[in-house]
């Protein structure tokens, strides 16, 4: 793995808390998509070298949704930059970790993207991220 990639926040209202971290960070956020396979409408702000994804559920039934409905808004999980995704899927089922996506899929900001599943990363969702090329 490279670096973080970046913290994903899953919010209530992507307005609202647009507003509140243009606020935070001094800056205004440089892109907002929607991810309809995953239920999901994204906002991204840049914070020196970091970036926060901002995570609003499109869908009752999307992970977003299910998390804020369990646990609230707060941080969804932690993105790490990674050259070949595939690689470092095998190689981390290979380490023990359970990868909820064996095969990586498209997310948001042109990247590929695979999760690890919390039961097995201390309670943090971890995703791997890969830039499409």
Do not use: W
């Not at 606020?23 to 070298?49: A, D, M, W």
């Not at 977003?64 to 995704?85: M, N, P, R, T």
């Amino acid at each position: 793995m490279k670096k973080i990639e970046h913290i994903g926040i899953a919010v209530k209202s992507l307005e609202k808390s647009n507003i509140l971290f243009e606020r935070l960070l001094g800056t205004s956020h440089y892109k907002i998509e929607e991810v309809v396979s995953e239920g999901v409408k994204t906002s991204f702000f840049k914070s020196g070298p970091n970036k926060i994804e901002l995570l609003e559920a499109t869908d009752a039934e999307s992970p977003i949704a299910k998390f804020i409905e369990k646990k609230g808004e707060g941080i969804h999980h932690i993105a790490f930059a990674v050259d070949d995704i595939e690689t470092e899927i095998k190689r981390l089922k290979s380490e023990g970790f359970t990868v909820l996506n064996t095969v990586p899929k498209k997310g948001a900001d042109n990247k590929l993207v695979a999760f690890l599943h919390p039961k097995s990363t201390n309670g943090v969702l971890i995703e791997l991220c890969q830039d499409i090329l």
